[in-house]
């Protein structure tokens, strides 16, 4: 009767099956000799009978020396086979891989061994079994035993070696699902085993793993957050050669979805990520060009708020933050494709986004925004005039940053707004437009007093120079006069002293000066009824304006104005405003030696009204000495009063007169009932 372990002796059986291992390997030599013969003799049945006796007899007992001397025999049939062996690997693999997860240590040292051997003789024929090779190996780095490691290691290097060799045959498909799944793990050995294959494939010149690459890329990044330096090493340099090939090869990658997983990982909080994924974000602007497009938004909420950073540390991120926002710009204002990269871009989250960091900690962030929606009402005033009035009330509260830099960005961009949404030929829509925006100013100035007393004059100075300063100086008297503004004659002060004081209302002062002309006649009627809430201010503007008959008639009725403290503060201010250049002019007008005199006349008279209305101050010392200084050669000239420039205007001064003691009636009889309710409040 056949022994059950035919063909192989009782005896080499026995020894096979022994706990020493000299005798397993004395068993082993056997056997391979006895598999030359076989295979010399091309008996393939004995050579199948013998390996179906070897798995099912020994590498799957439950005695661990059976299990030990299987694995040596199949490696022993292996050796024996040669290059043949490439026709029974299936049957010589199966069964050393499923002891490749075996309780016992040394089983598991011997089954590397074996595989190792297989594998050598085998090379290209384990390429089918490769995902299940992987996957076990994928296992074993992670071992307890070192000894299994280093057995593990060695037949991983010679895989590697194998599908490097044979990677025109390597199935690329079927393997990515494996690297897939496995790059996730929580494991540094783990870890870097995956790196390691992911790195030697995507060096095989034949092998395109860009193909591939939104398969694994995701990965990657989260491997960067092992604490491991050889791990974070390892895949920077991956990284960095996908990012090298796709320089040379940027049609295998898919950009979409690439750069999806680019702008998550730019968000990250760890700085090596960011540094990393927002370098990638900065190749894909400058290779795929207009077709980032349509990922603007993410681009921006992934570098926006990375222009703030300002330590060492983080410079890099910061400087390709920068570069990319510029790249970005550029792309949407390129004017060969203009009208094609508008359609690109979903503009509704792009403002989106850039509304969101508009209140952001950074001022670099805050301006960077600032800068792109100026950019984009720039370039596409169309496309962005339905995002105009939601950006209203968000920009209007940025103008009271602590920053002046951020505060004269956002102005600009207020100018551009207001400038690009309406049409040039409908002035009575451009006229509601302004005085919308102004009276929402207006509104903001007087709920914060901090605000007026920081900003406002910053503000109008600025809008001056980006609007048409006449016009918005018509707009604020026009709101001043018609509206109920509680602080009217605030605002007249400080309309008044930026429009004597200011170089950018230098053109506006040039007009105000000529009254005898029809235009700038209408502009000073306009500015006088809103001046008329505060007395001095109306004062200061006629003398811009040479109206000095009409000074001097307003001077006489300040008998009748209650003199404040505020009051006396403004002569103050008007005094030291007479002996600033600005008013130049009208000093001359005093040593005037015209044929007429009227207007110095005039002139002298109002000084010497408002010296007399000045207590004994350094004020009214500096008036007096100026005045004594006035020659008298045209004290006894007769006043011919249509030869001044107040009679030459053809400006109806008597209305003006009246209105002036109207508005200043008006605010004697509130003063007086705001009095009276401070002492007898009224009952609630």
Same mark, same amino acid.
């Given at each position: 009767?056949? /022994? ?7 005896? #080499?059986?026995?020894?096979? @099956? ?51 001397? +299987? ?7 292996? *050796?024996?086979? +040669? ?8 049957? $010589? ?7 490749? !997860?075996? =309780? ?10 074996? $595989? ?11 390429? =089918? ?25 060695? $037949? ?21 699902? *494996? ?49 491991? $330096? ?21 049609? !295998? ?66 400087? #390709? ?11 949407? /204002? ?51 005039? =339905? ?12 103008? /009271? ?24 030929? /409908? ?98 009627? #306009? *500015? ?25 008639? *307003? ?50 008279? @109002? ?21 004594? #200084? ?50 007898? =409040?009224?009952?609630?």
């Amino acid at each position: 009767m056949e /022994s059950q372990y035919a063909p192989l002796s009782e005896s #080499c059986a026995k020894a096979l @099956a022994d706990k020493a291992y000299e005798k397993r390997k004395v068993a082993s030599q056997e056997i391979e000799k006895m598999v030359t013969e076989f295979n010399t003799k091309n008996n393939t049945v004995q050579i199948r009978k013998l390996i179906d006796v070897l798995s099912n007899q020994f590498a799957i007992s439950r005695d661990p020396n059976r299990r030990k001397g +299987g694995l040596i025999g199949l490696a022993a049939t292996s *050796l024996g086979l +040669g290059k043949d062996s490439e026709r029974y690997v299936g049957e $010589l693999v199966t069964p050393i891989l499923n002891c490749l !997860s075996d =309780p016992d240590v040394r089983v598991r040292y011997f089954a590397c061994e074996s $595989l190792y051997n297989v594998v050598k003789v085998a090379r290209a024929a384990i390429i =089918p079994f490769f995902p299940d090779l992987f996957s076990a190996l994928s296992r074993l780095v992670t071992d307890s035993d070192q000894m299994v490691k280093d057995g593990s290691e060695l $037949l991983d290097r010679l895989l590697k070696d194998i599908v490097t060799e044979s990677s025109q045959i390597f199935n690329l498909e079927a393997f990515i699902p *494996l690297l897939k799944e496995r790059i996730y793990v929580n494991n540094s050995f783990a870890r870097q085993y995956v790196i390691s294959w992911i790195s030697i494939l995507n060096a095989v010149p034949e092998i395109n793993m860009l193909i591939y690459l939104t398969d694994i890329l995701d990965g990657l990044f989260t491997m960067l957050e092992d604490n491991t $330096l050889e791990i974070q090493r390892m895949c920077e340099t991956t990284l960095s050669q996908f990012l090298k090939s796709i320089r040379y090869d940027s049609t !295998s990658v898919r950009m979409e979805d690439t750069i999806n997983i680019l702008i998550i990982h730019a968000q990250s909080t760890n700085e090596l990520i960011k540094s990393i994924a927002i370098t990638w974000i900065r190749e894909f602007v400058q290779t795929f060009g207009p077709n980032v497009l349509p990922h603007a938004s993410g681009i921006f909420t992934a570098i926006l708020p990375c222009l703030e950073y300002n330590v060492e540390s983080k410079k890099n991120i910061k400087e #390709c933050a920068v570069s990319v926002n510029n790249s970005m710009m550029s792309l949407i /204002s390129s004017k060969e494709h203009k009208s094609k990269n508008i359609e690109k871009i979903d503009l509704r989250s792009v403002m989106e986004v850039l509304s969101q960091y508009l209140t952001h900690n950074s001022v670099h962030t805050k301006i960077a925004v600032l800068k792109w929606i100026h950019h984009l009402f720039t370039h596409f005033p169309n496309e962005m005039s =339905p995002h105009a009035s939601s950006l209203g009330a968000n920009l209007l509260g940025i103008l /009271s940053d602590n920053s002046d830099e951020v505060v004269l960005q956002c102005l600009s961009v207020l100018a551009k707004i207001l400038n690009s949404t309406h049409n040039d030929d /409908s002035r009575d829509f451009n006229k509601a437009h302004y005085r919308k925006f102004l009276l929402s100013l207006l509104n903001l100035f007087s709920e914060e007093k901090k605000f007026l007393d920081n900003r406002a004059s910053l503000i109008i100075r600025q809008l001056c120079v980006l609007l048409n300063a006449e016009y918005i100086y018509r707009t604020f008297s026009e709101i001043i006069d018609e509206e109920v503004i509680k602080f009217a004659s605030t605002m007249v002060r400080l309309l008044n002293m930026i429009l004597l004081t200011s170089p950018e209302l230098f053109e506006l002062r040039n007009s105000l000066r000529d009254i005898t002309n029809e235009h700038s006649a209408n502009l000073f009627k #306009c *500015l006088y009824k809103s001046w008329a809430h505060c007395p001095v201010s109306t004062l200061s503007l006629c003398l811009l304006t040479q109206s000095y008959q009409h000074v001097s008639q *307003l001077v006489v009725l300040f008998g009748d104005v209650e003199i404040t403290l505020d009051i006396l503060n403004e002569l103050d201010k008007l005094v030291q405003l007479i002996e600033s250049p600005i008013f130049a002019p009208l000093r001359l007008t005093l040593v005037s030696k015209s044929n007429n005199c009227a207007d110095a006349q005039h002139l002298a008279h @109002a000084l010497f009204g408002i010296l007399m209305l000045l207590p004994q101050t350094d004020a009214f010392h500096l008036l007096k000495n100026r005045l004594q #200084c006035v020659p008298n050669y045209w004290g006894q000239t007769p006043i011919n009063e249509n030869k001044s420039l107040q009679h030459q205007s053809n400006i109806d001064f008597e209305i003006l007169l009246e209105h002036f003691k109207k508005v200043q009636k008006a605010q004697r009889t509130l003063r007086i009932q705001q009095r009276r309710n401070i002492i007898l =409040p009224e009952e609630t």
